[in-house]
T-cell receptor
Framework: AQSVSQHNHHVILSEAASLELGCNYS??????LFWYVQYPGQHLQLLLK??????LVKGIKGFEAEFIKSKFSFNLRKPSVQWSDTAEYFC???????????FGQGTTLQVKP | DAGVIQSPRHEVTEMGQEVTLRCKPI?????LFWYRQTMMRGLELLIY????????DSGMPEDRFSAKMPNASFSTLKIQPSEPRDSAVYFC???????????????FGNGTRLTVT
């Protein structure tokens, strides 16, 4: 079955530290990949997406993600986090075969000022 | 653009009662999704519709759950009878899917926080 795995459940960083959140998916076909962010008390918002082309995708607020097909990974990165980045981050995979957008369990990021 | 509109924002009910959650997708979007979010299970896809037709309801946990989309601008998720373990945040999302199957990103509503006592 198609699945999405986020390795880090809870990450605590100090401001200005670098961030990398892992995401792996189990599906061999063509996929579309997304990262969503959910700020405390708010709904999910799109951070960035990958459909095709350059595997290094840049999103909003300085975030980027790299699609590595051979590793089935789509890790999220940010060189220098801010306190306002405190949120929950979800990786998601859309399969054209199933028509489903499947989310990972989420990673809670806490940035200390 | 008003975004995806869900109502109510909060619902508190007693076990055994019927609960109806409502969603108005973004105008022009042809796909609608219902997700449930809990601490234990994260975000779970319950059901999704394409052009008002339910495509996959394999995520619906039990027969107590049902969803309808009578027209392109309205959907409901009903739980009857409700149980305490149904307590969660329920999100509705919509998107515009192309004929080739690829989605535009999902736009989420603010969610309905359901508490069943």
């Amino acid at each position: 079955a198609q699945s999405v795995s986020q390795h880090n459940h809870h990450v605590i960083l100090s401001e200005a530290a670098s961030l990398e959140l892992g995401c792996n998916y189990s599906y061999g076909g063509t996929v579309n990949l997304f990262w969503y962010v959910q700020y405390p008390g708010q709904h999910l918002q799109l951070l960035l997406k990958y459909f095709s082309g350059d595997p290094l995708v840049k999103g909003i607020k300085g975030f980027e993600a790299e699609f590595i097909k051979s590793k089935f990974s789509f890790n999220l990165r940010k060189p220098s986090v801010q306190w306002s980045d405190t949120a929950e981050y979800f990786c998601a995979v859309f399969s054209g075969n199933t028509g489903k957008l499947i989310f990972g369990q989420g990673t809670t990021l806490q940035v200390k000022p | 653009d008003a975004g995806v509109i869900q109502s109510p924002r909060h619902e508190v009910t007693e076990m055994g009662q019927e609960v109806t959650l409502r969603c108005k997708p973004i105008s022009g979007h042809n796909s609608l999704f219902w997700y449930r979010q809990t601490m234990m299970r994260g975000l779970e896809l319950l059901i999704y519709f394409n052009n008002n037709v339910p495509i996959d309801d394999s995520g619906m946990p039990e027969d107590r759950f049902s969803a309808k989309m009578p027209n392109a601008s309205f959907s409901t998720l009903k739980i009857q009878p409700s149980e305490p373990r149904d307590s969660a945040v329920y999100f509705c999302a919509s998107s515009l899917s192309s004929a080739t199957g690829g989605p535009s990103p999902l736009h989420f509503g603010n969610g309905t926080r359901l508490t069943v006592t």
